[in-house]
């Protein structure tokens, strides 16, 4: 009887867990869909102000090229680990059978955001990675 009620608290801590880290993944999707409006729609600015470091260059129209790509990977890195971390907090706070896999791939693509996406990706490894103690 004594392992039943260890059971029982343990699926209640595990539940706990899951709803508050979707709740965490549902808050850093939409902070991360939000970054990307916002670098979409200040991408003017962005241009001027990094063309504005160009002055003494010698090839300065490379670099703004340079700076293009990687302002676009940014954007589209913001957008794909936006959508990612919702799809993974509504398969925590759905309970799906299939939220783990997602749920891995959000914490790996939250890992380069510093210092959230650091945190909550190493603490969502830590949950649902297998253990070798098992």
């Known amino acids: 009887m004594a392992n039943n009620t260890v059971a029982n ?4 801590t ?8 979707g ?3 549902a808050v850093y999707g939409i902070v991360r869909l939000v970054i990307a409006l916002v ?4 991408n003017g600015i ?14 300065p129209f490379a670099l703004m090229t340079d700076f293009h790509i990687l302002y676009v990977f940014i954007i589209v890195w913001n957008i794909l680990s936006g959508i990612v971390a919702l799809g993974a907090a509504g398969g925590l706070l759905g309970r799906g059978s299939s939220a783990r896999k997602i749920v891995i791939l959000a914490a790996f693509l939250a890992l380069p955001v510093l210092p959230f996406g650091v945190m909550l990706g190493v ?12």
């Not at 670098?39 to 200040?42: E, G, P, R, S, T």
């Not at 962005?46 to 090839?59: D, E, I």
């Open 23 to 25: 709740t965490l993944w």
């Open 14 to 21: 595990s539940n706990d867990r899951a709803g508050l880290l």
């Open 123 to 134: 603490y969502t490894l830590i949950v649902f990675l297998p253990s070798r103690r098992t």
């Open 46 to 59: 962005a241009t001027v102000m990094f063309g504005a470091l160009l002055t003494r260059v010698p090839n």
């Open 39 to 42: 670098l979409i729609f200040f």
């Open 9 to 12: 608290s343990t699926d209640i």
